[in-house]
Structures are given as structure tokens and as C-alpha cells.
């Protein structure tokens, strides 16, 4: 029979544990069976700013696209040369009249009919169901951009300012020594999808510190600073701003990358949330509890 021990030891914000165990079973037989603990693992404030950000995220990214198509090419330097686009998306047509979606990248053509550059008969580079709004209109897709572009740095002060003053920043994101030894261990496992148990499921492993801190302090930053660089009255204000980039231009593609390296970090959260979990994850970002099971413990049942 399984063991139920509760636990106010917390992954993101630890505090010194604190187990009960809330029933056993007396006998003179010595069993080896799972115990299950309760490990308070998320603090409110996580909790909010992490479902905050779901549809702050979402709304940043599908208006992103929509300005995207307005000039669906990417350059570097401070110019916007056709014949020198970083990547392009755009539709083109055959000498049959065959309509089709040619993406481009370092002059590199590949066909993406029927997904980027031409889908749906229409001549967009991304879709109508990956922008808001669905139609072509820039002016509103400018609009959603730059209202949730502030709920979100919003957010993200108000978390950042929580994670150093809880010191979750420097407790539980930054990697250790010790973490960086066993980073080798840490991408087998990953990559022969063999995930933390016991104890070791209570705490961020090394790739997911590194991770998270290269998201928060690094990506994230980036996104909100190369998208400020393309504000005329930014500019105006610090003119350095678009220097230290390397121009307008290079800007907008730098908050292009800086986006999709969120997108792929989203993903794979999301995948590794399915793996390792899904209703127990979910249900310590809404309540904070997180079950542990403890395999092959020793007890009296």
C-alpha cells in the first residue's frame, strides 16, 4: 500500500521541507511499494504570470505574423533590398499560371506551397488562420501587437521583480557546478526520453535551467528590445539604440528570430509537460501541488 507524505518543499520556490505522513498501515511485513508525496511546487505568483502569459503570447505572436505579411522579407543592415533579403515568403507564379508559395532563405529557394507565400488561394505569406486579425488589415494587427507587447513586459517586470525578490532566480534557475558536471547525463536522458523520478523530479534539472534563464534574461529581453529599436519616437529618444543593433532593418530581423526561438522553447515545454505528465503538471501550475512518487521504498505495511 502506497504512502501519501505532503510536502512544503516547492521546485520554483523552496522553502525548508516540511513532510507529514498522512496514513501507513501497521504490520510486521516489510514491503518495498511507491510513496506518493505532495510537494507544493508553484507560489501564486508564478501560477498567474505563467497563465497570464498564455494568451499574452499567443495574441504577440499571430499579430507578429500579420505586420509580417505586410512586407513578408527580412533584411540586414538598415536597408530593404530586395535582392538581398535574409528570407522572404512570397507567392509566385509559374509560366503555366500556377500559382505558388516560394520561401527563401540565404537565397536558398524551397516550395511551401499550400503553408507559407500561397495557401487557401490566397497570396499571403502566412495563413489566415496563424494572424490575428484573419484578414489582411495591418493597422489593427499593429494595434493588438503593441497593447499586449505592454501587458506582457508588464508581466514579466512584476515576475522578474517576484523571482530575485523570493530568490527563485538565483535558488532555482541558476545552475550550479555540479549541474554543469552532469550536463552530459542530463541530455542522454532527455534525448532517450528518460525523465527525472523521486527526488530528482522535485528540482529543475540543468537543461531546463538553462533554458528557462537563456528565455527570461536573454530571449525575452531581446524580443521587447529590437522591437522597441523599430519605434520612430524610440529612436528619436535613443538613437544609439538602432546602432548598437546594426539598423532598422536588422532589428526586425533579429525580433523575427528572437520570436521563433520563443516559439520552439514553447514547444517543446508543451511536449515535454505532455511526457513527463500531463495532468500532474497541469494541476501544479493551477493548484501548485505536484505529486512525487518515490519508487521501491522500504516501510512496514
Same mark, same amino acid.
Given at each position: 500500500? +502506497? ?17 507529514? #505522513?498522512?496514513? !501507513?498501515?501497521?504490520?510486521? &511485513? ?8 505532495? =510537494? *507544493? ?20 505572436? &499571430? ?9 513578408? @522579407?527580412? *533584411? ?23 500559382? &505558388? ?10 516550395? !511551401? ?11 499571403? +505569406? ?34 522578474? @521583480? *517576484? +523571482? ?47 533554458? *528557462? ?10 524580443? =521587447?528590445?529590437?522591437? $522597441?529599436? &523599430? ?21 526586425? #530581423? ?8 520563443? =516559439? ?10 505532455? $511526457? ?24 512496514? =505495511?
Amino acid at each position: 500500500m +502506497a504512502l501519501l507524505i505532503q510536502s512544503e518543499e516547492a521546485v520554483t520556490d523552496q522553502r525548508p521541507p516540511v513532510s507529514e #505522513t498522512l496514513s !501507513t498501515v501497521s504490520s510486521p &511485513m516489510v514491503s518495498s511499494s511507491p510513496v506518493i508525496e505532495r =510537494v *507544493y511546487r508553484h507560489r501564486l505568483p508564478v501560477r498567474i504570470s505563467h497563465w497570464l502569459n498564455v494568451p499574452f503570447l499567443i495574441i504577440l505572436i &499571430m499579430s507578429g505574423l500579420q505586420i509580417f505579411n505586410a512586407h513578408p @522579407a527580412l *533584411y540586414w543592415g538598415d536597408r530593404s533590398d530586395r535582392d538581398q533579403a535574409v528570407l522572404s515568403i512570397r507567392p509566385m507564379q509559374t509560366e503555366s499560371g500556377e500559382e &505558388m508559395g516560394i520561401t527563401t532563405i540565404l537565397g536558398h529557394k524551397f516550395d !511551401t506551397t499550400g503553408v507559407l507565400g500561397y495557401s487557401d488561394g490566397m497570396r499571403r +505569406a502566412f495563413p489566415a488562420w496563424a494572424t490575428i486579425p484573419s484578414a489582411k488589415w495591418l493597422a489593427m494587427g499593429r494595434q493588438w501587437h503593441l497593447f499586449f507587447a505592454w501587458l506582457f513586459v508588464i508581466n514579466g517586470l512584476i515576475f522578474t @521583480a *517576484y +523571482a530575485f525578490a523570493s530568490r527563485h532566480a538565483t535558488r532555482d534557475l541558476a545552475p550550479t557546478g555540479k549541474d554543469f558536471r552532469g550536463i552530459g547525463k542530463s541530455l542522454r536522458d532527455h534525448l532517450l526520453l528518460r525523465h527525472p523520478s523521486g527526488k530528482e523530479a522535485k528540482r529543475y534539472n540543468v537543461l531546463q535551467k538553462l533554458a *528557462y534563464a537563456c528565455i527570461l534574461f536573454g530571449v525575452a529581453p531581446l524580443i =521587447v528590445l529590437t522591437g $522597441l529599436a &523599430m519605434s520612430p519616437t524610440i529612436d528619436t529618444a535613443f538613437p544609439w539604440l538602432l546602432t548598437i543593433l546594426g539598423g532598422r532593418q536588422a532589428a526586425r #530581423t533579429i525580433h523575427f528570430v528572437a520570436c521563433f526561438s520563443f =516559439v520552439g522553447f514553447i514547444v517543446i515545454h508543451v511536449v515535454q509537460v505532455i $511526457l513527463t505528465g500531463f495532468f500532474n503538471n497541469i494541476r501544479s501550475m493551477v493548484t501548485g501541488w505536484f505529486l512525487v512518487q518515490h519508487k521501491g521504498v522500504r516501510h512496514e =505495511v
